[in-house]
């Protein structure tokens, strides 16, 4: 899940639902060889499967997200030493794409930028929280995130994009 290729696999069928190897391959710019190679792999990890209900024929193959809660903590593989190292390293990729997504906004054309106006946002603070505390904190945004995913179709501004956001809530000092 960590392969770039992959997260962005996944990141396409989280975006826009159910998809073929070859829309895949269109929005990743990926050859469909590869993609198909990776969804291979994604399948066996069972994190897709195959939605054959959606195909117009034989030779069509669509794909969707596996109906999973996919949710792990690191600290789950304390005891495990290499599986922790891989985790913490899966963990560091995970947020590289996430910045990555960020600075691909911040220099996109200004054309692109004035056109979502005052939209685009970026929020940080430093809360005072028990780790009991964060824990809800981080559900109450889990839970608020899926309520906006449920939005579908075309709002009186128009037609909804896609949109990343993230956000984390991890112990520090300023």
Known sequence: MAHPVRRRLLDVLRAYGPSTVTHMAER????SGNVSHHLRLLAASGLVVEAP???RDRRERWWRLAPIALRWSAADLEDDPVA????LAAESLNLDRQVELVR?????????RSRWGDGPFSVDSWLRLTPNELA???EQITNLIAEWQ????????????TVFFFARGVPGRP
Do not use: I, M
């Open 84 to 87: 922790y190292s891989v985790a």
């Open 136 to 138: 809800e904190f981080g």
């Open 28 to 31: 990743t710019s990926q050859a």
């Open 104 to 112: 691909s906004w911040l220099t996109s054309s200004g054309d692109e």
């Open 150 to 161: 449920q939005r579908t179709g075309t709002s009186t501004d128009g037609e909804r994009q």
């Open 53 to 55: 209900e959606l195909s």
